[in-house]
Antibody, heavy 118, light 110 residues
Framework: QVQLVESGGGVVQPGGSLRLSCAVS????????FHWVRQAPAKGLEWVAY????????YYADSVKGRFTISRDNYNNTLYLQMNSLKPEDTAIYYC???????????WGQGTLVTVSS | QSVLTQPPSVSAAPGQKVTISCSGS????????VSWYQQLPGTAPKLLIY???KRPSGIPDRFSGSKSGTSATLGITGLQTGDEADYYC???????????FGGGTKVTVL
């Protein structure tokens, strides 16, 4: 069955970096685009980034542009989110999701918590 | 402040119907497909409606979606206690070149 499993979350100081991973199984990874979405504590969902199936196009929310980088490894069926220059307002649960293109988010992982605090 | 506007909460008795509105603009809902997500407490979101009005397999037909102009609506009929959750609309914004979510609506079954 379709599975997406995020990892790499943790506690990091402001200005620090973290790389999140999303390991997928149960479908052909290389034929789908993927999203990252985050949810701050007791807040709503915020779209973060999207990458096309072949990595040819990437899109970012203004709040993370220039600091975060989405990438993928089609050989190892893994999606990544490199997060640099982290701020306290980046504290959230980060979810990866398989896209129906960029039109919708079809399957979601369970999320990984990132806490930015000194 | 979310790009898409949803009511913070709606409520109804078991068996009744609720509708959740999602208001946007021509750069998002007006020219792109809308999807809806259900987030039960403590869990990841789940796709309920995609491409404005389509249900993934396994989603009961008590859930329906529609779109008109720059607004979209999620309907839930035959309300059950298990429907208590947060519901979010989402679409692509062509001006922002990114996805946008509504602020979320909490459904309470009285």
């Amino acid at each position: 069955q379709v599975q997406l499993v995020e990892s790499g979350g943790g506690v990091v100081q402001p200005g620090g970096s973290l790389r999140l991973s999303c390991a997928v199984s149960g479908f052909t990874f290389s034929t789908y685009g993927f999203h990252w979405v985050r949810q701050a504590p007791a807040k709503g969902l915020e779209w973060v980034a999207y990458i096309h199936f072949d990595g040819s196009a990437k899109y970012y929310a203004d709040s993370v542009k220039g600091r975060f980088t989405i990438s993928r490894d089609n050989y190892n069926n893994t999606l990544y989110l490199q997060m640099n220059s982290l701020k306290p307002e980046d504290t959230a649960i980060y979810y990866c999701a398989r896209g129906g293109g960029y039109r919708y988010l079809e399957y979601w992982g369970q999320g990984t918590l990132v806490t930015v605090s000194s | 402040q979310s790009v898409l506007t949803q009511p913070p909460s709606v409520s109804a008795a078991p068996g009744q119907k609720v509708t959740i509105s999602c208001s946007g603009s021509s750069s998002n809902i007006g020219n792109n497909y809308v999807s809806w997500y259900q987030q039960l407490p403590g869990t990841a979101p789940k796709l309920l409606i995609y491409d404005n009005d389509k249900r993934p397999s396994g989603i009961p037909d008590r859930f329906s979606g529609s779109k008109s102009g720059t607004s979209a609506t999620l309907g839930i009929t035959g309300l059950q206690t298990g429907d208590e959750a947060d519901y979010y609309c989402e679409t692509w914004d062509s001006s922002l070149s990114g996805g946008v979510f509504g602020g979320g609506t909490k459904v309470t079954v009285l």
